[in-house]
């Protein structure tokens, strides 16, 4: 069974993962998650000589490296080149559910009636983890509704259509998806974000707005993003990774203060808005948390031709269906504007210092 770890366990395991691919990638070494399982499993017994413990850990590291490629775009460029097998790592994951198979995998003996006892006994858990049953239901929901996706001729793609999308999203993206039935970044900083993300979707829905310009949450109408410097947002109001990555070395923290950019939520007049982990509108002295985005990249191979990783490319937005000649070359223009948009934003952003441009939010495209 998955054992279940504390707020505080998860974002300590998730700064220990996320740290050792950022240091694997300065260092310009290949990343490998089976070594890095292996050695934190060796670290955690040999200090505390828990094997038990240790065990509970790396339970969940295969889950929270699949998360730290989607928390930021140069980890993500990283461990593909790195050539990690994100499907063997899924697979791991599942495995992972049953202790005996994290013991297989360290090639450990086992004893079966200690490794199925509760590892970490929480006398007052913060916030309840996500036990095995869920994250069993949510995997078959989602094999049925590839079927389903797969049946009426759809191509599954887990990567959204639009370039102008939010990288930093939840796990699904295809229709028939229901957003809170997504598996929750380990990072407990983002819980804040992604239950304003669901909101702000089930609005739109609810009133078939195409924009959230005319949204009213709470005693707030009409909600939107602002691209700003990232080091205009306090550190301490930073996601974990975010924290980890900048503090890891000064390279990092230089490149961040310089270049790094950040989607926040504000209301029309570019006010930053503060959010309560159900995704309500409150304020900072409320104990409400900023809640923000990342503006994707847009990168340029050896032929010149400038895309965007990890959306859809134009070639499958058009074989999803016939297209007439003008369907297509609607479909090339839209790249190609979003492009532009990508490159002209964070130019203007990082150029013009204390300036920002706001966005309007598109229906389950940020």
Known sequence: MACRLSDDQVELLFKAVLGSIVASKNNGQPYSPEGFMRDFYTMIF?????????????????????????????????LT??????????????????????????????????????????????????????YTEIEQKDVELKKQA????????????????????????????IATDNIPDPDPAKKTYYAVVRKLNELMDKYNFQTADNVKLNNVKGIYMKLVKANTIAEDELYVSDRAYI????????????????????????NILYFDQEGNITTKEEGGRLAYGKLRNVYTDRSGQRYIPRVQTVEELISKSDKTEEDIKTIQEQRANEIDVLDAARSFVINNPGESLVFSITRRRW
């Open 46 to 78: 040999n200090a505390s000589g828990d094997r038990d413990n240790a065990l509970d850990y790396v339970q969940h590291i295969p889950r929270m490296i699949a998360s730290a490629y989607g928390s930021e775009e140069n980890i993500a460029d990283y």
């Open 81 to 134: 080149d790195s050539g990690v097998d994100f499907n063997a790592l899924n697979k791991l994951r599942k495995e992972f559910k049953d202790i005996e198979n994290v013991v297989s995998f360290l090639g450990l003996n086992s004893n079966v009636n200690e490794v199925v006892e509760q590892i970490i006994e929480e006398s007052n858990p913060s916030t309840s983890v996500i036990p095995t049953e869920v």
């Open 150 to 177: 797969y049946k009426a001729g759809n191509n599954f793609t887990a990567t959204p259509e639009s370039g102008l999308a939010v990288f930093n999203q939840e796990a699904k993206e295809y229709d028939g998806a």
């Open 247 to 270: 503090n890891q070395n000064e390279e990092n923290k230089a490149k961040h203060n310089a270049t790094g950019l950040a989607l926040v939520y504000t209301d029309k007049a570019g």
